[in-house]
């Protein structure tokens, strides 16, 4: 669209230039606000890519466009990670020439991440918050409602990421290769795209449902100085067998404390067969019943639960898809909390906090 806009007001000499309208700024605006870290993390739910590599120059451009900072020191941090002016001739040639002729003044331009403290997208029912504006340190989530009828849809009502120092813990793993397979009525046979395979709870053994009918009721979002939370109610996600009367997902980002995710759900009847899922690239283990460790590279947390409420494993996921084998390597892991008991109503709660 930046493409095309920007050809529009060249050609027209400035007769026709849009980049004042609110919904066109905000459409630049997006990529800035849904930056997480590292250059390459943002949150990616449905058919995103688990990291992606923006074009610094385009987003520069665009920042220089609709006037606005945030925009444009965004696009000179990426250009200078990226090294631009010893790798310039990178990519499609008309993108290319753009950012050689028309990025003068980039490498005088403050060079800044896009680290808001939090924000919420009531179109798209996302949420995001992190510890402090402009820093990776300590905790960021991002969390959704919405429906499974969104475009590049992977049945994930209600599910989160989670990043701590910048860097994945708790994750969406996003997309494999595409094939005839991913845009077939058999889309949802890929275990990419299954909630079972999402921060997500199964309930009586039933799963999420794709289609638009299958969504969020009553999400809720606040942000403060100390605290951020966001709540959905996500019953409606599930088949009507599943017997859900209402499951609320909360999550609650305590700043410089903990970051905590709860359900309350009520049922009309439990078979017993209830697990919640979390997906992990990093490596994890159970450490005493009500405590599982989660070992990053250069950091360690533990997430707390109720040992008399629900058992703990953790499941390897072997991976055979050549896209994600280049961002994850041959496995992934699947922490499952099975729900003990029958009870019609209750409240989980996991704690995650930092091993200092």
Wanted: hydrophobic fraction near 35%.
């Amino acid at each position: 669209m930046f493409d095309y806009l920007n050809l529009l007001k060249t050609c027209t000499n400035r007769k026709i230039d849009i980049f004042d309208q609110e919904l066109i700024r905000n459409m630049g605006r997006y990529i800035a606000r849904a930056y997480v870290s590292n250059g390459n993390y943002y949150i990616n739910f449905a058919d995103a890519p688990f990291r992606i590599s923006q074009d610094g120059g385009k987003i520069y451009r665009y920042g220089e466009s609709i006037g606005d900072p945030m925009l444009t020191g965004f696009g000179a941090f990426l250009l200078d990670k990226a090294r631009f002016n010893e790798n310039g001739m990178i990519g499609k040639i008309g993108e290319t020439l753009e950012n050689l002729f028309n990025l003068e003044g980039w490498e005088s331009h403050q060079k800044k991440e896009p680290l808001l403290a939090d924000f919420y997208f009531p179109d798209m029912d996302v949420a995001f918050a992190r510890e402090k504006a402009g820093s990776s340190d300590g905790f960021y989530f991002a969390a959704k409602g919405g429906s499974n009828g969104e475009g590049h849809n992977h049945n994930d009502v209600g599910s989160f990421m989670l990043f701590y120092q910048g860097n994945p813990v708790l994750i969406d793993v996003g997309v494999g290769t595409y094939t005839k397979k991913t845009f077939s009525p058999q889309r949802y046979e890929i275990w990419t795209m299954q909630s079972e395979y999402h921060n997500l709870p199964v309930v009586n053994g039933f799963s999420q449902s794709p289609g638009g009918k299958f969504k969020a009721r009553n999400s809720q979002y606040s942000a403060g100085k100390d605290k951020v939370s966001f709540s959905t109610d996500i019953a409606l996600a599930y088949p009507p067998h599943a017997g859900i009367s209402s499951w609320t997902r909360a999550y609650a980002l305590e700043r410089g404390k903990k970051f905590v995710i709860s359900d309350v759900f009520r049922l009309t009847e439990n078979n017993g067969n209830n697990r919640i899922h979390f997906m992990t690239c990093v490596p994890c283990r159970v450490v005493s019943p009500g405590i599982m460790q989660f070992n990053g590279s250069d950091f360690t947390l533990q997430m707390k639960y109720d040992p008399g409420q629900m058992t703990a494993g953790i499941e390897k996921v072997n991976l055979d898809d050549k896209r994600l084998q280049a961002i994850f390597g041959d496995h992934l892991f699947r922490v499952a909390f099975v729900l003990k008991g029958t009870r019609l109503s209750d409240r989980v709660s996991f704690e995650v906090t930092p091993i200092r």
